[in-house]
């Protein structure tokens, strides 16, 4: 079945560092690509999406590119900062799929320290 | 801005018993979801709800599990009897019908059986 690997935690970096986190993906069909962020206490939050290949999502600095050929969705950033500290979730739907569930990875913490 | 709500936030119960997961989603939405996170390990999909009824359920969502939305406000996870491993992370989602893929989450239920 559909599957999401994204790297281990956590990732311990100083403010204005460059951070990318991987993620890789297993799916059958052309899934769309999510990531998402939990702060401390929170829910889960929608950071970015790409919806096909070759697709950049886009936000708060943080960007992933849809790589169809490495099945691929990195999330970078070029200067973090301590409020980004979280736990970031990488996860796939299925676009065909009548429920659009998301499937997700196993989430990295990231730690920003001043 | 509209958000998914959820209580209790933390409900402990002993094995056994039966517990009510409750979840406010946002108003316009059409798709309902429920996922759970055991401690250290992913976010797991459980059931999708549309229509009122289940669009789509997970291999851990069995017998002991129901879901309802009894008034149309509230979207209701049951427990019927729990066990030691339903300990967990319980997040509600939702989702509009012309929001193609993005899924909103609520802050989640810590459940804890004892």
């Known amino acids: 079945g559909d599957s999401v690997t994204q790297m281990e935690g956590p990732v311990t970096l100083s403010e204005e560092a460059f951070l990318t986190i991987n993620c890789t993906y297993t799916a059958t069909g052309y899934p769309s690509l999510f990531w998402y962020v939990q702060y401390p206490g929170e829910g889960l939050q929608l950071l970015l999406k790409a919806t096909k290949a070759d697709d950049k999502g886009s936000n708060k600095g943080f960007e992933a590119t849809y790589r169809k050929e490495t099945t691929s969705f990195h999330l970078e950033k070029g200067s973090v900062q301590v409020s980004d500290s979280a736990v970031y979730f990488c996860a796939l739907s299925e676009s065909s799929g009548a429920t659009n569930k998301l499937i997700f990875g196993t989430g990295t913490l990231l730690a920003v320290q001043p | 801005e509209p958000e998914v709500t959820q209580t209790p936030s933390h409900q402990v119960t002993q094995m056994g018993q039966e517990v009510i997961l409750r979840c406010v989603p946002i108003?316009?939405?059409?798709?309902f979801y429920w996922y759970r996170q055991i401690l250290g390990q992913k976010v797991e999909f459980l059931v999708s709800?549309?229509?009122?009824?289940?669009?789509?359920k997970s291999e851990i969502f069995d017998d002991q599990f129901s879901v309802e939305r009894p008034d149309g406000s509230n979207f209701t996870l049951k427990i019927r009897s729990t066990k030691l491993e339903d300990s967990a992370m319980y997040f509600c989602?939702?989702?509009?019908?012309?929001?193609?893929?993005?899924?909103?989450f609520g802050p989640g239920t810590r459940l804890t059986v004892l």
């Open positions: 108003s316009n939405h059409l798709y």
């Open positions: 989602a939702s989702r509009s019908g012309s929001s193609y893929n993005e899924q909103f």
């Open positions: 709800f549309y229509n009122n009824e289940i669009s789509e």
